[in-house]
């Protein structure tokens, strides 16, 4: 399973173990007027490179971050960061939608050995608060050509698959956007309607953070999840509204040991663009929102 680690066993790994690539997986909302790569330029962990997650999205995709099934492709943009199959890669980022976790599963799909992966809890402000080195500019990168991506397609759930268990559930789907939107709300982007998948689970993402951006220890989470009513020995299918922050919780289950779960890649960007599904209205409904212990 992946590893949730601190600033101090970061900068132990970063001194002291070979084969250690650090990536920067920030990206932001384009509604927040940040750039993520110049951010980085301005000031990352020592020896960080930036990984940017949109080169891994699917271009001919009217979807937006829908992630690319090009293997020859995928292999090529990895190796260019430097990266074989052996190293151990800590994602960190400074976003507030924790887009580490995005990264972290978006490498699990590739294939990439679970148990070499880990996150730095609490981003780059843990780093800068522990007193971290932190250089500038861009990062000097010798490339590679032998990343082999074994592709799981089992870690990514379509909306064929999606219409099937809203007929003949098998699954348990949890959405994890703002529990207002859940509810109905307005969507940000523009033609979708409102709402959410009928029979899923609300959850929102930030109630599994601290106020300082750490994750919440993750038998308290475990407590809140279990709370609204999921049962953790069943399949579990994460969505959101583009599958950014859907990948927070498939981390935590991961951190939960849980061993049966995928993301909607699709999530609300695909399954609120179009009418209502044969068989979508008037199913029988779990309650709108549920309170959660935070």
């Not at 580490?100 to 799909?109: D, E, I, P, Q, T």
């Not at 969505?239 to 289950?253: F, H, M, Q």
């Not at 209205?281 to 309170?291: I, K």
Request: glycine share 8%; proline share 6%; net charge negative.
């Amino acid at each position: 399973m992946p590893w949730l680690i601190n600033a101090t066993q970061l900068d132990k790994f970063r001194k002291g173990q070979k084969n250690v690539v650090i990536l920067d997986a920030t990206w932001f909302l384009p509604t927040e007027g940040r750039d993520a790569k110049a951010e980085f330029e301005a000031g990352h962990i020592i020896g960080s490179r930036f990984l940017d997650l949109n080169v891994f999205h699917e271009k001919e995709s009217s979807l937006p971050n829908m992630l690319t099934r090009d293997e020859d492709f995928i292999s090529a943009k990895v190796g260019e960061l430097g990266i074989t199959n052996d190293h151990k890669i800590i994602l960190y980022d400074r976003s507030p939608l924790h887009t580490s976790c995005r990264a972290l599963w978006m490498f699990k799909v590739f294939g990439h050995n679970p148990n070499q992966l880990y996150i730095l809890d609490g981003g780059f402000d843990a780093w800068q608060k522990y007193g971290g080195k932190v250089d500038q500019g861009e990062a000097r990168v010798t490339p590679k050509k032998n990343y082999t991506v074994t592709y799981q397609a089992h870690l990514i759930r379509s909306l064929v698959q999606m219409k099937t268990n809203l007929n003949h559930p098998t699954e348990q789907v949890v959405d994890v956007r703002h529990p207002v939107r859940y509810a109905g709300g307005k969507e940000p982007r523009p033609n979708l309607r409102s709402g959410h998948i009928p029979g899923s689970f609300s959850f929102p993402y930030m109630t599994m953070f601290e106020s300082d951006g750490r994750f919440k220890p993750i038998e308290r989470i475990r407590k809140q999840f279990t709370g609204i009513g999921v049962v953790l020995e069943a399949p579990i299918v994460t969505t959101c509204g583009s599958a950014i922050t859907a990948p927070i919780l498939d981390v935590v289950l991961d951190l939960m040991n849980h061993t049966d779960h995928s993301v909607y890649d699709g999530s609300w960007s695909e399954w609120g663009s179009t009418i209502l599904y044969p068989g979508e209205d008037g199913l029988d409904e779990r309650p709108v929102v549920r309170s959660i212990d935070t």
